[in-house]
Every structure is written in C-alpha cells, then in structure tokens.
C-alpha cells in the first residue's frame, strides 16, 4: 500500500470516528430517564418560544432514525442547538471557549511532550541505575498526582501563599481595563497563565515520560543498537542518532492517542483555575445539567482530538521510512486469517454488543447468553457433566491423595455454576416479568436486604431460596474460596513469582503502600475515632491539634530508630555481602505483622469490635505461621554456625529498624484515642465545615474508592481481554474492526465521556463503576492482541489445532494463559487509572452524595473555598491520600510488569 | 578447499587467561573460563560449540560490547600488543570497528532500519576518519560494489533489501575501515543454502584479496571446514581442541569433537548420524572435573575429580587425559 492510500485510509477512519462519536453523542443524550420532550418542557430555563425552536430544530417530536438524521445535519452544519443555562445559542460559546482551552493546551503540551521525552529518555538509557529510578518515580508520581489537586494545592501555595502569582480567576484582572495596551494585556494575561500552563505540564509531563522509557527500551534490545556500539559511536550519539529516531515512531502515535489525556487535564486544570475554556463550561454544564452544552462540547473536544491525531498520524509516516518510502505497509505481523467457525460470530457479536451495553441496556446480553445455550446446548451439557464427573468418589480420593487443593476447586466451580444458573433464572424471569426484574435489580445494586425481597410482597418458598442461591453474597464468598484453593495449587510457581518480585525494590514498596490502604479498609472502623458521617463532632473548620506528647515521642524514638537502621544498612551495603536468608526475612518480617496485629487486636477488644478482633486474631496466626517457617528453617541452617554469626548484626540492625516501623504505626494509630474525644474533641486532621472529623473521613474513604477502582477494573479488563483475544487470534476483518473500535475508544477523552455519561446518568456508585468500566479497556485491548499476535504463531498452538483443538478451547487453554501474566500487570495499571477517574469524577460533583470518598472531600473543599481561606488541612490530606494509593498501585504494576513482560525480561 | 599450510604471520590477536561471568539474579554464569587461543595476520580461525558454550560472549568480549550484566574476571586479550580488555572508555570508542570489527548474529536485524545503509556505513567512516563526506561515501560505494551489490541500490533502507543482500551489506559494514580483524558471527545462519554459498564466496575472494584476519564463530562445521586454517572447539566456556582444519577433521583428538563431527549429517556418503546424549552443563554449576565427562563414553575416574589441562602437541591442542588412548 503506498503512502498516499496509507493516508487517505486514515482520513476516512477519522471521519468514521467523528460519525461515530456524533452516535454515541446521540445515544447517551437519548437515554435520559423520560424523554427529552418532557425534559424539555419541565426545564423553567427555556423560554416557551426557546422550546418550540429546539423542538423543531432536532425534531423531538419525529420518530427516533429521524430525529438521528436531523441531529447528523444539525451538528455537521455547527448548528449545536441552545444552552439551558445561557439561554443562548451554544456553537459560538463554544468557539469562543475552545480558543482560550486551545491556549492554554497547546504550549502546555508542547512542553510537556519535549521535558517527558528528555526525562525517559534519559530514564531508559540508564535503565536500573539511580537515574531512571529517580525518572521513573518522578514520572511515576506526577501521574498520580490528580490534576486538579495538582492546581489546588499551587495555586494555595504560590497565589495565596508567596503571592507571586495574581490569585484572581480567569485569562485577566477582571475589572481592568486593556483597551489600547496590548503588552499590557499580554503580560497580564501571561502572568494569569504560567500557573495553570505548569499545572497542565507537570500533571502529563508523566505520561509522556513514561511512554518514551518503554518505547525506547524496546528499541535498546535490537541487533542494531548493538552494531551502533561496535562502531564505536559515542554512547550519545547512540542514544540520539541510532535509537531515538526508531523510538520516535512507536512515541508519535502513542503521545497522539494520549492526547485525550491532555485535554482532560485540561479540563481539571480549567475548573481550579476558574479559567474561561471549555473545561470550565463543562463543570457549569454538569452543574446546571445543561445537555446541550455538554453534548456540543464532547462533540467539540473529540474532533479536535482527532485532528491532532491526524496531524501525529501523518508525522508518524513521515518518521518511518518503511511507509514513506512507499514499501508494503503492514500492522504488525499479519498473517491470514483465522477460518471461523460460526462460534467466532456469536462471540464476537457479544463482545460487539458488551462494548456497548451501557447504550443499549444490561438485558441485551440475556437474550444473546440464551441463544448461546439454546446453540451450544451439547457442549453445555458435556461441560456440565464433566464438572459433575469429578465428584465421583474414585475422582475425589485420587485427587486427594495427589492433589487437595484441587478439591477446594472442584466444589467451588460447582457452586459457583448453580449460583450462575440460579442468577441466570432470575434474570430470565427479570426480562419475561418486568417487576422481577426491578426486585432483583434493587437487590444487586444497593439494597442490601437478604434474601433480597420487599416484606410487604408475597413470594412463594421456591422464589426465596433461588434469591438466596443466587445473592451476590453467595458468589462472593464461593469466588474467594475458588480463588484460595487456586493460589494453593499454584504456590510453588507463585513463590518463585514473589520472590522475583520482593527482589526489585519498586515492588516492595508499591506493596508496602498497597498493604498499609487495606489494612486502612480492614479495620477503618476502629482506626477511625469519630463516625465519619457524624456532623459537629467538634466546631466548623477546626484546625488540626497537635499530637498528644507520649505520642510525638513514640513517634519520634520510631522514626529515628527506622533511620539510623536504614543509614547502618546502606553503609553497610557497600561492602561485598553475603545473600540475605530466607528466614531473616521471615522472621522479621513475621513479627513486624504479628506486632500490628497485635495492636489492632489491643484496640478491637477496647472498643468491642468482633470482626475486627477476628481480623486480627487470623492476621496474627498468618504471622505466627510465617515466623514458625522460618524458626524451621533457621534451625536447619543453624549447624552452620558462621553463616549465623555473618548474619547477626545486620539482623540486629533489621530488628532496630522493624521495631521503629512499629512504634511509628502506633503512634499515629493510637494518637486519637488516648485524648478526649468528647465536644469540640481532638480532631487529628481537623474538622470540615459540618465539622465532621476529616481523620476519620480520610480513613474510611479508602472503601468506596478501592471497591469502585476494583470492580470497574475487573468490568474494564474482562472486555478488553475479550477483544484482544479475538482480535488478535481471529485476525482478518474480525481484527481490523475490533482494533478500530478500540482506536476510537483510545482517541476519544475518556475522561471527558465518564464526566458526561455519569452527569446524565446522575450520580451513584453503580454510574461510576459502570463509566469507569466501560471507557477503560482499550490500553488492555492493545496490549493484549499484540500479545496474541505473536503467540498464535507458536508452534504448540499448531500443535494443539493439528490434535484437534477447537478454537475456544485452544484461547482459553493455551492463548490466554500465555497472555495471562501480561493481563495481570495490565490490571494493576488500570486499576490506578480507574481510582484516579473516580477522584476526578468526585471532584466534578458527580460522586455518590451519600458516600464518603476522597474525590468527594476535595469537591467540597473546592467548593468551600478553601484555597481562599487557607483551610489546607481539608486539601492536603485526600490529595495526600490519592497519591500514596496511585503510587503504590502503579509501582506493584510496574515491577509485574518488569517481570511478566516479555520484552522486558529478554534483556 | 581449505589450504594446508598456516600463513606464516605474526601473531595478531593473543588471548590468554580470558573468564567473562555473568551475575544474575540466580547465581554467577561462568560463560567463558579460563581460555587461550591466538589468531595470526591473514589468518581464518574458526570458533565452534554447541549453543551457549561461550563462543559469541568470546566475540563481544574482544569489542568491550558485553551487556551489563557481563564481567570480565580476569585474563588479558592482546591485540597489537595492547591489551584490549584495559583499554580506557575514551580509546575503546577509538578502537572498536578500526581494529576488530563484527558481522553479528541476524544481520537481518543488525542494519538500523531508519537509516539509509549507504548513510549507516559513511557514518562508521566518518566517526572515525576525518575526511570529507563525498570521500567516505566513494568509499563506501567501492566496497558495496565490491560485494556484489549494485550502487544503485546504496540509497535504499535496510527493509527493502533480501535477506542475502542485508548480510553482505553488513559484511562491507564492517570492512568500511579495513580493520585488521574482523569477526563473524553465525555470519550464514538463518540464510538459505544458496545465499549462504554467496556469503562463503566473499570470504574466499576477501581471503584471496586482502591480509584480513577473520574469527568465524559458528556452529556449522561445514562453514569452517570451507573457509579457515585454524578451528577452535569449544565445551561450557572452555577450549576442548585447537588445531589446523584439516588434522581437526581428519584425526579430532577430543571426544567431544569427535561426536560433533560424526553428528554431522553428509549428503553423500550414507553414515550413521550420531549425536551426544544428554544437554551441556549448566554453567552457574558446572560439573567437578572435566565439564564433558557426564556425557562422555570415555570417562574415566580422573575424569570426574579433575580438569584436564590444554596440552599442546606440536600445533594440536585438546584437553583430554586420555587423547593418545581413543
């Protein structure tokens, strides 16, 4: 294909995804509760002859194609229909709104894209050396930052703080008056903006960094980087002349689907600063719920990002010869075809159709899963019978003689189907009987009843013990029992997994940080001293008060034994050492964990807490038995009584430092109780402006956030594995169509479609887990086909199709095992992803009201002024707390990826 | 056919002690331990062994181009009469691809596909000689023609070159600068038979035409029996025989390179193939002794406690204790 086709292609795709973004555009709009006639008529803003012209104009009375049609013409003739809140036509507030967003975005990531390149470059060349360590954690650490925080905490800091900085909100002064000083304006203006463009530049400069460290890593491993060293070149001339210009091409095109992220950094950055773009329009427009702005607006955002993308696009051929040059232009390796079979149409109909389930309604699958069954009905027979077949009591004693946690699993795939039957029964019935189907809709989202049927509504014995066999709750603990038995199977591979992993340094402390937030979640309720929900615990806007005296000073001996250790152990590092015992670890390790459990413990029984107690009691027995095993195996390498005394004092030395972490946690673990919590009480962390305790808001915040970011992963990681899967392994049409989905996915600003999906929606956990989930998947969905791509051509995958393997069987067997560990570090990615858009869509006032959750601290923080009035013990904290959590997650993900990437582990 | 007689040169290149291990994360890879071998001017030398027995860590060694994870232990290489392997950062720029250059493993890979491969070989030039462009470019050119390739097709980037094609360009890559030494790795590996007797072809007429010295590193014997005076073996990071080509294939000393040889299949003659039972030694913990003696049919108990040293017998080198029994 020559380089003229090449771009004509790319053309055409982006008008496709422009056409395709006007539909979801229309979709979402369209499925607002009630139709928008009503809406219209119910809305006071619209004055009666507003009313009629939109009416006309969109043909809200016409059947659903027409109106479609109409729609089309209206936006591709910029006729965007009026504001409610404005009152005004919304096309040219727009423009005038995207013109400033567009000065403030395009020098900003200008910037941001050079010092991201510089910085991983530098990080890649250095790989595992203090300089990519000190890049990549810099990197790592300004994408955690939320954006909006990011601004917040500047703009207190050097507008209100030092004052070097105009705090007034805007492009310029307001009230002053430039008319005819136009150097005059532009400084004013540029003093109004060196805030908010560095806002926008450290908080993607990360990304940007990131990208280019793993593109130039890939490039670092090729044959020719090795002939560039044996010519003698310079090392920098071989990062700049050989390996930069290869890097360059994978770079372009990711920064240019990453600019999505831009603009929606953009947006946060708006809202903080009060700076008249469009992201601020889009905050008023959640606000006012004014549909038609926020529909102009996305419509508005996502074809300048596609033209941006269009012009990277075009950069991008212009860097690789291999297309300018007019060769054979192939993505990937691509080779024919898979033939499909007609399981290859149903599943991918269902994926087609998962994608878009938001859209379209969670019982669309039903009826698809039902064809499925009705289709298949043999092979769900045998599957079913060989499930049951492993209960056979021969079967049974085999397995537990060779191998018992198989046992665990069998049982629970068994419950675990008759739960799914009975779920699917329900859901069945759900569809057939429409106010089933709202019952069992209240009882899986939010309802907590169990079983999970009004009182007042009469329903026959059978009705009650399906609900039970089929409550979420059942499934829960069913997966959890699977999951264990799972892990039992597999410890031998996963010790060696988790040893690699404790061995690079990210991941421990990424874990460190992972375990100290679900720790936070486990026992929340006794850490935390006040009911977080409670109001006027103490007085409004109450500052932090200082610790207790015995506290500081237990904190402080902590500390200072925790750093005088770390000092002795760096020093003593230098010399030549010998390898650290496994039962060092243990034991250490051991008591640290029995130590806090011990202090959870100590504090459950003072103030009554039972399932805290147990926690703890199982926790404390976890570390007795990791102390036992390593007590053994110290006994063993006991005889040889060197290797003790070589051990010894750097033993004592962990032990100093052990114990200081443990006087740290109690520290500040106690520091609330031993004080009197009664009225105005001590308020660690300060009180809001309802006077609720901001400590133990902190505290149990951590919930809502981990079980939003999980759930949503898991619903995001599903759908992209999916599509990866079939994309890669079918290939063909099958591919080419999945990967444009997922490249419109990738252009559009996710962000900006979960702000305006969860505004329509209206606010809930259900609504942001949805969103989350939904919009998320297509990094997984890239990274999982290129996977795919290259393992389908291995010759066990022929080997197994020659043995007669179908398709099915050879992906979920074979393929996605392969792919399996790549998945998980994805997730971990993800999952930090999917926390941040939580904060981000809290701090947009579109988090559950009822919930307490960082996000949702922040946005009333903002808006109670806070940066104003200086109350900074309400900022920092959950921002604080956000990008611990971030940071910890994506240096778990980080170091998985460092050892599951198979790119990465060649070296 | 391979002639007889050794050019009488002097000695270009004089390893001696070498041990380069690689620490990794699970223990220390002894990949070369301990190995001597000299290579003359205008000589071919070639270097065989099973896979991963240290042969292409030898060559990387000889450019200073280890990965990170490779130390030099010890030992002194040579070259000139300067030693390589203490050659400061700044020098070892200077040195590389003047004095030794390489033809790598997958030449397909080894040409930067972003730059032209006329552009790729005036810069090795250029890092090195002050002379204007034009100059470095007719150079260049003289050396692709010179490997029968059209000058036309200088201008062209690597991807749209045949596999053959890329190989000889790499080949005149390395020739650029007229290096005294050149080392080839797996230079026909992963080429067809035919292009592979292209290859061969060149390094005659490279042999007939210039005083070149060459180090062919590969695991086909054929390869070496066409083209080198000398041929090295190698065993677990150690040299197991050394000797002029034709005593090599005629009367091999080592029972290791004996089974290499009669595991080579022939097209004409219809002998058994033969193979060795068992894979090498793991080298983090090689065994006691000597390194083949778990898959040797010769062992004897001395075998088993101690390493054979390399004893050289009028230009034959094995490390065998019992060479003059089998």
Request: glycine share 8%.
């Amino acid at each position: 294909m020559a380089l003229r086709d090449v771009l004509l292609k790319r053309i055409a795709q982006a008008i496709v995804t422009i056409f395709i973004v006007l539909g979801i555009d229309f979709v979402i709009f369209h499925i607002l509760p009630g139709d928008p006639m009503t809406f219209l008529a119910r809305n006071p803003n619209l004055t009666e002859v507003a009313q009629e012209r939109l009416i006309e104009q969109f043909g809200l009375d016409k059947p659903l194609w027409e109106q479609f049609i109409l729609f089309l013409g209206n936006f591709l003739s910029m006729r965007l229909g009026m504001s409610f809140h404005f009152r005004e036509e919304v096309g040219p507030i727009i423009m005038h709104h995207l013109g400033n967003t567009l000065i403030l975005v395009v020098p900003a990531s200008i910037m941001a894209i050079v010092v991201g390149i510089w910085i991983g470059k530098n990080s890649a060349w250095r790989r595992g050396k203090a300089g990519d360590l000190f890049g990549l954690l810099f990197s790592l650490i300004t994408y955690s930052i939320p954006t909006f925080w990011l601004g917040m905490f500047f703009i207190m800091l050097f507008a209100f703080g030092l004052g070097w900085f105009p705090a007034t909100p805007g492009l310029t002064t307001p009230g002053m008056d430039f008319t005819g000083d136009p150097i005059g304006l532009i400084v004013d203006m540029i003093s109004h903006l060196m805030l908010p463009w560095t806002v926008l530049i450290v908080a993607i400069l990360g990304s940007f960094a990131l990208i280019t460290r793993n593109a130039l890593l890939d490039v670092l491993s090729e044959d020719y980087m090795l002939t560039a060293k044996a010519k003698g070149r310079t090392e920098k001339d071989q990062l700049n002349k050989e390996a930069m210009p290869n890097a360059m091409i994978p770079i372009t095109t990711v920064i240019a689907l990453q600019l999505g992220f831009s603009v929606a950094g953009a947006l946060q950055t708006e809202v903080v600063f009060s700076y008249p773009g469009i992201g601020n329009l889009i905050w008023e427009g959640v606000y006012y719920r004014d549909y038609p702005l926020l529909q102009a607006a996305f419509f508005m955002i996502t074809v300048v990002v596609v033209f941006a993308n269009l012009i990277a696009d075009f950069i991008y051929f212009y860097l690789d010869p291999r297309i300018r040059v007019g060769a054979e232009f192939t993505i990937g390796d691509e080779k024919p075809p898979r033939p499909l079979s007609h399981y290859g149409f149903v599943v991918i109909a269902i994926v087609a159709l998962l994608s878009t389930w938001a859209v379209i309604g969670i019982t669309t699958i039903l009826p698809l899963f039902i064809l499925l069954l009705i289709l298949k009905r043999k092979a769900v027979l045998v599957f079913l019978r060989n499930r049951l077949s492993t209960l056979t009591p021969s079967n049974l004693i085999y397995a537990w003689k060779n191998k018992r946690s198989q046992i665990l699993v069998r049982f629970s795939v068994i419950a675990l189907l008759v739960n799914l039957i009975a779920l699917s029964i329900i859901a069945i019935s759900g569809v057939f009987i429409p106010e089933w189907g709202l019952f069992w809709g209240a009882a899986f989202f939010g309802l907590r009843e169990f079983p999970p049927i009004p009182a007042s509504v009469e329903y026959p014995e059978w009705a009650l013990t399906l609900a039970s066999i089929a409550h979420p709750s059942v499934m829960q603990i069913i997966i959890v029992i699977l999951t264990i038995g799972v892990l039992l199977g597999k410890r031998k591979s996963l010790g060696a997994t988790s040893s690699r992993f404790i061995k690079t340094r990210m991941g421990t402390v990424g874990t460190a940080i992972v375990v100290m937030f679900a720790g936070m979640t486990l026992f929340g309720d006794i850490i935390a001293p006040y009911n977080p929900e409670a109001f006027f615990t103490g007085l409004w806007y109450q500052p932090p008060d200082v610790m207790p005296e015995s506290q500081m000073l237990m904190l402080s001996v902590g500390a200072a034994s925790l750093i005088g250790a770390t000092l002795v152990w760096w020093i003593l590092d230098r010399f030549k050492r010998p390898e650290i015992p496994r039962y060092f670890i243990n034991i250490l390790s051991g008591g640290l964990i029995l130590f806090i459990a011990g202090i959870f413990g100590m504090q459950s029984l003072s103030v009554e807490n039972t399932t805290t107690l147990i926690y703890s009691a199982s926790i404390g027995v976890i570390a007795c038995v990791i102390i036992l095993k390593g007590l053994l195996s110290a006994r063993k390498e006991f005889s040889l009584q060197q290797s003790w005394k070589i051990h010894l004092p750097r033993f004592l030395i962990a032990l100093v430092g052990v114990i200081g972490v443990g006087f740290i946690v109690q520290g500040i673990l106690q520091a609330p109780w031993v004080v009197s919590l009664d009225f105005p009480g001590y308020h660690l962390m300060g009180t809001d402006q309802l006077g609720r305790d901001v400590y133990s808001q902190l505290i149990i915040a951590v919930r809502i956030t981990l079980l939003i970011g999980i759930v949503a992963t898991g619903m995001s990681v599903v759908i992209g594995t999916l599509i990866g899967l079939i994309a890669g392994y079918y290939g063909g049409i099958i591919d080419s169509f999945l990967m444009r989905f997922t490249d419109i996915f990738f252009v559009i600003p996710s962000l900006l479609l979960m702000i305006i999906m969860a505004a329509v929606l209206g606010p809930s956990i259900v609504t942001l887990i949805i969103v989350i989930g939904l919009f998320s998947w297509s990094s997984t969905a890239r990274i999982v086909r290129g996977q795919v791509l290259s393992i389908k051509e291995r010759a066990y995958i022929e080997r197994v199709r020659a043995v007669g393997g179908s398709n099915i069987y050879i992906i979920g067997k074979h393929v996605l095992a392969a792919v399996a560990p790549l998945v998980v570090a994805n997730t971990i990615l993800v999952t930090a992803w999917a926390i941040l858009s939580e904060v981000v869509l809290d701090f947009f006032g579109l988090g559950d009201p009822a919930m307490i959750s960082w996000g949702t601290m922040l946005y009333l923080a903002f808006n109670a002024g806070s940066m104003s009035n200086n109350l900074w013990w309400l900022v920092f904290p959950p921002g604080i707390m956000v990008v611990l959590l971030l940071l910890g997650v994506s240096m778990v993900g980080y170091a998985m990826d460092e050892i599951a990437n198979p790119r990465l582990r060649r070296r | 056919m391979s002639s007889s007689q050794i050019p009488g040169g002097q000695p270009l290149l004089k390893v001696s002690g070498l041990k380069v291990y690689y620490h990794i994360s699970q223990g220390v890879v002894k990949a070369v331990d301990d190995i001597d071998f000299t290579v003359n001017c205008g000589e071919f030398v070639g270097l065989s062994g099973e896979s991963g027995c240290g042969k292409t860590t030898t060559a990387m060694t000889l450019l200073k181009i280890l990965p990170r994870e490779g130390v030099i232990e010890g030992g002194q290489a040579l070259f000139n009469n300067r030693d390589i392997l203490s050659l400061k950062k700044k020098e070892i720029n200077a040195f590389r691809w003047q004095e030794i250059s390489m033809v790598f493993q997958g030449a397909m890979n080894s040409l930067n596909p972003v730059h032209r491969v006329i552009n790729q070989m005036i810069n090795a030039i250029l890092i090195h000689e002050k002379m204007p462009r034009e100059k470095a470019k007719e150079i260049a050119l003289e050396l692709i023609e010179s490997v029968g390739i059209e000058r036309s097709r200088a201008t062209a980037y690597p991807h749209e070159l045949s596999g053959g094609m890329k190989q000889r360009l790499m080949i005149a890559l390395a020739l650029v600068l007229h290096p005294p030494l050149v080392i080839a790795d797996e230079p026909t590996t992963a080429l067809d038979v035919m292009i592979q007797a292209q290859i061969l072809d060149l390094f005659k007429q490279l042999r007939q035409r210039t005083s070149l010295s060459l180090l062919i590193i590969t695991h086909d014997l054929s390869v070496l029996a066409e083209t080198c005076d000398k041929i090295i073996i190698m065993y677990a990071g150690k040299i197991v025989e050394e000797a002029p080509t034709e005593i090599l294939f005629n009367e091999p000393a080592h029972p290791y390179t004996k089974k290499l040889i009669s595991s080579f299949p022939s097209i004409l003659a219809d002998k058994e193939i033969d193979f060795i039972p068992g894979n090498p030694p793991d080298l983090i913990d090689p065994p006691a002794g000597c390194n083949f003696h778990p898959r040797c049919d010769y062992v004897i108990d001395r075998c088993r406690a101690e390493s054979p040293p390399l004893v050289d017998e009028g230009g034959h080198r094995v490390a065998c204790f019992r060479r003059n029994e089998i």
